[in-house]
T-cell receptor
Framework: DGGITQSPKYLFRKEGQNVTLSCEQNLNHDAMYWYRQDPGQGLRLIYY???????QKGDIAEGYSVSREKKESFPLTVTSAQKNPTAFYLC?????????????????FGPGTRLTVL | KQEVTQIPAALSVPEGENLVLNCSFT??????LQWFRQDPGKGLTSLLL?????REQTSGRLNASLDKSSGRSTLYIAASQPGDSATYLC??????????????FGQGTILTVHP
């Protein structure tokens, strides 16, 4: 049963703490993405990775970090430097990233993680 | 910088009505446009993807059109049902500028279909 999983579904963080959100896919996709969604707003790109051991900043990367050591995994760390981290975080994957060509495939999304800062 | 706007922000209709959701974008340099559905607290599900060379796509009761030159897309839902209630998001895959190869999303239209 192929798909994207995110864990945990809900996460609570105290101010000053770093937390890591998990994203795993078994679709054999090369590209993976992290988005942030705030109420009444569209998704904003945090980081993306087109291939293992490579990743690029998106539009709102400040206060976040990622790694891509394995094709199937793309964890996101929300650091204490992120001033307003409370949001819904969505992970996605696609067959190829934009730079590799073939701009015809869609992105498949995970179920999301809701992060709340206490 | 690409901007995507969706109108209306919210829509409430009785069951059975045909309805239209609107999406506009400022930069016509796109590879494709997608419509997504999002249920409360859930991820996104792709409904329709229109390549830049296409004018429309259909899937069941859904029909999406694209006018790239004017920067507009519409999602038409026929014979709406309560199960269609969700947030509908429009996104473009950029073919130029600083957002090359990335999706830009609209803020969504919250649709409620009441029995």
């Amino acid at each position: 049963d192929g798909g994207i999983t995110q864990s945990p579904k809900y996460l609570f963080r105290k101010e000053g703490q770093n937390v890591t959100l998990s994203c795993e896919q078994n679709l054999n996709h090369d590209a993976m993405y992290w988005y942030r969604q705030d109420p009444g707003q569209g998704l904003r790109l945090i980081y993306y990775s087109q291939i293992v051991n490579d990743f690029q900043k998106g539009d709102i990367a400040e206060g976040y970090s990622v790694s891509r050591e394995k094709k199937e995994s793309f964890p996101l760390t929300v650091t204490s430097a992120q001033k307003n981290p409370t949001a819904f975080y969505l992970c996605a994957s696609s067959i190829v990233g934009g730079m590799a060509g073939g701009f015809t495939d869609t992105q498949y999304f995970g179920p999301g993680t809701r992060l709340t800062v206490l | 910088k690409q901007e995507v706007t969706q109108i209306p922000a919210a829509l409430s209709v009785p069951e059975g009505e045909n309805l239209v959701l609107n999406c506009s974008f400022t930069d016509s340099a796109i590879y494709n446009l997608q419509w997504f559905r999002q249920d409360p607290g859930k991820g996104l599900t792709s409904l329709l993807l229109i390549q830049s060379s296409q004018r429309e796509q259909t899937s069941g009761r859904l029909n999406a059109s694209l006018d790239k030159s004017s920067g507009r897309s519409t999602l038409y839902i026929a014979a709406s049902q309560p199960g269609d209630s969700a947030t509908y998001l429009c996104a473009v895959l950029n073919a130029g500028g600083t957002s090359y190869g990335k999706l830009t999303f609209g803020q969504g239209t919250i649709l409620t279909v009441h029995p």
